[in-house]
């Protein structure tokens, strides 16, 4: 066998140099490189979108965006943000920490690693070429629900292909996940000794084999109603436009898990760092995750409530989403409890996390009252739905992953980010970002509905405030790609243990950075 | 955990990926101008097809010849078995998603649509019966289910033959018989072709005599949908089960070491067992 691993390894230290080195590239640490700058790009075009969006709702009236486009904005700011940008980010942060905190040499299938962040700027490039082909973008929501996209023109099967691409890059990105904690993992390092961040990881990536084939044959079925005759969603031929819905959401709401039960992961190793002491309730954590991911498949008809469907069946799926809030709210104790008389200190990462806990906490409440069928028909379909679930992907997920990234860019770069910059970062984001959504909540309740760019004069006052956030939010963005860029490349020299409390593997046994082959020996875990 | 942890094999940087990445730009594309009857599209369609098609035969030529370079531990292979095991799982539910639009057509919405205690039934489909098989209350040309007990019992009894036959040639392949091999391979090829064979006289003689089409409501729609999907996959699956047909009789696999094999014959139960499901709810029920 040695003389295998020389021949392995022995290609790799030579890798091809410049361009070639990211495309052919089997190491994880590029493709997790790769995967997180390309999100960031996609970050930065939904942004672009959002942006629009906002300038359009900033007075009422029609100011700079038609209908036509600005249905255009919003379809594609959402397939954007959640394909685009949040999904490939978290990828990305299992590429280069699942095999560093198990103690693993790189992925189990390094060859189909790279493959699944290529077809990203594939995917990438037809979604956001849609916007240039005659009819335009898709316009029916990032939902595409049936008859608006089975309308439409060669931009909504731009959009279809794009969301098969990605869908194939997340079945391999996810059985890629799985296989490589299942099997290679460090001698010692048991399923229940796993740091939190893989665990959540491994729960994720069921959560992807399980649904994003779903999503496949529903877009196919819409594929052949458009193209070929047949009437799944078409009334006269049998078929039912709210049967899409259901099949739709079967693979939706178990998405929202998928990004959030990462950011779970990044939050419970942050908040043990800081808090210096160990997580409190690990196994409940494990526990809930897994609970969570289960419930989340039994409960997408929540997001159809007005679609029309037996009373039994708004009774059970108000119940089981209702019943979501228990092991979430173990998560949250857990948590508050790690922070219980820890000896804590408040570097960004842990200001992002704490900020995670705060607002996700009102976004999983919010969930909780949409959740309730009498509310939700009020509420369905306005800006408080809105409001709730930027509370859950952008101080939820979002957050997670800026308080991940400042933790880990240390080990990444191997230099420290400037700390003082970190923090208005977070402060800034904090602020503008309830700027932009708290206020939300108060035009959804008084009836504002969403997807549409002109609005009654009563909302004028709320609709100039959100969007001022939303420039700001915008804004501060930038202030965080200029401190990852710095930190890469002019920032301090890290310590080989930046974090004094981190107790993982890839803190205990590797230095920053971390060399481009780490773990060819595994560490023995004891 | 095996000794052989430290040498897990990392494969050197390739080109493949992004060759593959290439052919599918190409072929996202060019289908979706395709569709929209733009000419440039079927260019692009056939290059895309073209550089996959490479890139197929290169990836996974690599991936053969490492592996009877003996570059694959006890490791690998088990990821490789955890890895074709949940891409299988992801291919039964992407069948689940058309099952599962066979059953709500079937036993929700088309009874709502001739439920007279709603609007629906009363009023807007009141002359609509609802029976299954049924093209729906707004399609009215007539056409012929199709009836089970010919060539889909035919079928089924081909596909359960070669569930047997290339579990033979797996048996054979662990007594080190590579002739018995060879054989029972050959005898699983020329059943699951005659069943694409048989599948294609099916759609030929739904489209000309029974007027059943794509365009005839619920049943056309999942039916073609159900049946094609599963005969693409059988497709899939012979060009698999001939690619290591020529692997067996260019000396490939030991007795021991063989997992390109059982990979096939994995995937081959799978659209077997997909088949059974489609012989009962599409054609039986």
């Known amino acids: ?144 629900y049936p008859p608006l996209s089975t309308q439409g023109g060669l931009g909504v099967d731009l959009m279809i292909f794009a969301v098969h691409i990605l869908g194939a890059s997340s079945i391999m990105g996810s059985i890629n996940i799985i296989t490589t904690i299942l099997n290679m993992r460090a001698p010692g390092m048991t399923l229940m000794k796993m740091p939190m961040f893989v665990w959540t990881w491994l729960i994720t990536a069921y959560l992807l084999v399980l649904v994003m084939p779903v999503l496949a044959g529903v877009v196919t079925m819409l594929l052949t109603d458009r193209h070929f005759g047949t009437s799944f969603f078409n009334a006269a031929g049998g078929g039912d436009p709210v049967m899409f819905q259901h099949i739709f959401w079967f693979f939706g709401h178990p998405e929202v898990y998928i990004m959030i039960l990462p950011a779970f992961g990044i939050v419970s190793e942050i908040i043990p760092t800081f808090a210096r002491k160990p997580l409190f309730g690990y196994s409940s954590m494990v526990y809930a995750t897994a609970s969570i991911a289960i419930l989340s498949c039994v409960v997408w008809a929540h997001h159809m409530f ?50 995670f806990i705060f607002l996700f906490v009102i976004g999983g409440f919010s969930g909780v009252i949409c959740a309730i069928v009498p509310i939700d028909i009020q509420v369905q379909d306005t800006y408080y739905v809105i409001a709730h679930f930027h509370y859950v992907l952008v101080s939820g997920a979002l957050f997670s992953l800026f308080a991940g990234v400042y933790y880990w860019l240390p080990k990444w770069t191997g230099n420290m980010y400037n700390e003082t910059l970190g923090k208005w970062h977070f402060w800034l984001s904090m602020f503008f970002f309830n700027l932009t959504f708290f206020v939300q909540h108060f035009l959804g309740l008084a009836g504002m509905p969403r997807r549409i760019p002109d609005y009654n004069l009563q909302f004028a006052d709320f609709n100039m405030v959100s969007s001022i956030g939303a420039f700001g939010f915008g804004l501060t963005q930038l202030l965080f790609l200029y401190i990852v860029i710095s930190c890469i490349r002019s920032g301090e020299k890290s310590p080989e243990k930046p974090w004094d409390g981190a107790t993982t593997l890839e803190w205990t046994h590797l230095p920053c950075p971390a060399p481009y082959h780490s773990f060819e020996k595994p560490p023995i875990v004891k | 955990m095996s000794q052989e942890s430290g040498h897990y094999y990392v494969p050197a940087p390739s080109m493949y990926p992004i060759i593959g990445s290439t052919a599918v730009l190409f072929m996202g594309s060019g289908a979706a101008l395709t569709m929209n ?18 890139m197929l035969f290169g990836w996974f030529g690599t991936v053969a010849r490492e592996s009877e370079s003996g570059k694959y531990g006890e490791q690998v292979d088990l990821s490789f078995r955890w890895g074709m095991g949940w891409f299988i799982f992801t291919e039964v539910m992407f069948f689940c998603a058309f099952f599962g639009a066979l059953f709500y057509m079937r036993n929700l919405s088309i009874p709502w649509l001739i439920d007279e205690s709603t609007v629906l039934g009363n009023e807007f489909w009141s002359s609509y019966d609802g029976t299954w098989p049924t093209a729906g209350p707004g399609v009215h040309e007539a056409f012929t289910p199709m009836g089970a007990w010919g060539l889909p019992a035919f079928n089924t009894l081909l596909l359960l033959t070669s569930g047997v036959t290339v579990t033979i040639a797996h048996w054979r392949l662990k007594e080190n018989r590579r002739d018995g091999l060879k054989l029972w391979l050959l005898a699983t090829i020329a059943l699951g072709a005659l069943f694409i064979g048989c599948q294609a006289y099916e759609y030929v003689h739904a489209y000309n005599d029974l007027n059943l089409k794509m365009t005839t409501g619920a049943y056309g729609s999942t039916f073609f949908m159900l049946t094609g999907f599963h005969g693409f996959h059988v497709t899939i699956g012979t060009i698999m089960l001939i690619v290591i047909y020529f692997r067996s009789a260019a000396g490939h696999f030991t007795p021991e070491h063989h997992f390109g094999f059982e990979g096939v014959a994995w995937y081959w139960h799978f659209v077997d067992v997909v088949w059974l499901g489609l012989f009962i709810f599409v054609y039986l029920m």
Do not use: C
Request: overall charge neutral; hydrophobic content about 55%; aromatic content about 16%.
């Open chain 1, 306 to 355: 007005t679609a029309g469907m037996p009373t039994v069946g708004q009774l059970f799926f108000m119940y089981a989403t209702m019943l979501i809030a228990v092991p979430t709210g173990v998560k949250v104790f857990n948590w508050t409890a790690t922070m219980w008389r820890g000896s804590m200190t408040f570097e960004t990462p842990m200001l992002f996390a704490i900020g």
């Open chain 2, 37 to 54: 009857k733009i000419e440039l599209g079927y260019g692009l369609l056939g290059i895309g097809f073209a550089i996959l098609i490479y």
């Open chain 1, 1 to 144: 066998m040695a003389a295998v691993h020389g021949d392995a390894h022995g290609h790799d230290d030579h890798h091809p140099s410049g361009i070639m080195r990211w495309v052919t590239t089997t190491n994880h640490k590029d493709i997790g490189t790769m995967y997180l700058w390309f999100s960031f790009t996609m970050f930065l075009i939904g942004g672009f979108l959002a942006m629009g969006i906002r300038a359009e709702l900033y007075q009422p009236g029609i100011q700079i965006l038609q209908p036509e486009l600005f249905n255009q904005f919003t379809t594609l700011h959402g397939l954007i943000m959640v394909f685009g940008a949040i999904m490939p980010a978290f990828v990305g942060f299992a590429n280069w920490q699942v095999p560093l905190m198990i103690g693993a040499p790189d992925m189990a299938f390094a060859r189909m690693n790279n493959w699944s962040f290529w077809l990203l700027p594939v995917a990438g490039t037809l979604l956001v070429s849609s916007f240039f082909v005659p009819g335009g973008a898709a316009a029916g929501g990032w939902t595409f």
